[in-house]
């Protein structure tokens, strides 16, 4: 085994996480109707709830001793602290620091645990090589968001007709 990691080869461990929680999508600047217009169902008064689950990847390279790129106890330990329990069964607009003053979507709450887990990953025993790769919050079968942090990879930006195939036109 010692001579296939030798080469030190980059992996990515993901490990998931479910937690239970409700929000509000609400917009205070906004007015009733706006809220309603932009949020729909979502901006319930009394909040609505999801099954969310939190995939959490890691990059890094294979200890030469022990084949892992983190021990699993501490990464659940670190996930489970700094984020996890934090948000199960709350009201996300209410119940979590981390959250305060955010409009709670998918897309926000992926960031605000991004910087909450590089906030406490100091703290915990991780390799030196091992690095939060990705967050992918499921907050239903239809709905994710990602963040890479400053892994984010950019989108190519088109130019004009010629990138386009024969026959394709924007």
Known sequence: ?????????????????????????????????????????????????????????????????????ADLTVLDAWIQNAVILPMDHKHLNM???????????????VVACWQELTRTQPAHNLPESTVLYRLRLKESKNNFAEYFGKNTPVLPQLSPQSDFPKGLSR
């Open 1 to 69: 085994m010692t001579s296939l990691l030798a080469r030190k080869p980059t992996v990515y461990l993901t490990r998931s996480y479910d937690f239970s929680a409700s929000h509000r999508l609400y917009n205070p600047t906004f007015t009733d109707e706006d809220n309603w217009s932009v949020f729909r169902q979502c901006n319930n008064p009394n909040g609505h709830g999801h099954n969310y689950e939190l995939e959490v990847t890691l990059s890094g390279i294979p200890d030469l001793e022990n084949g892992m790129i």
């Open 95 to 109: 119940d979590v620091p981390f959250l305060q003053g955010l409009i709670p979507t998918a897309e926000t709450i």
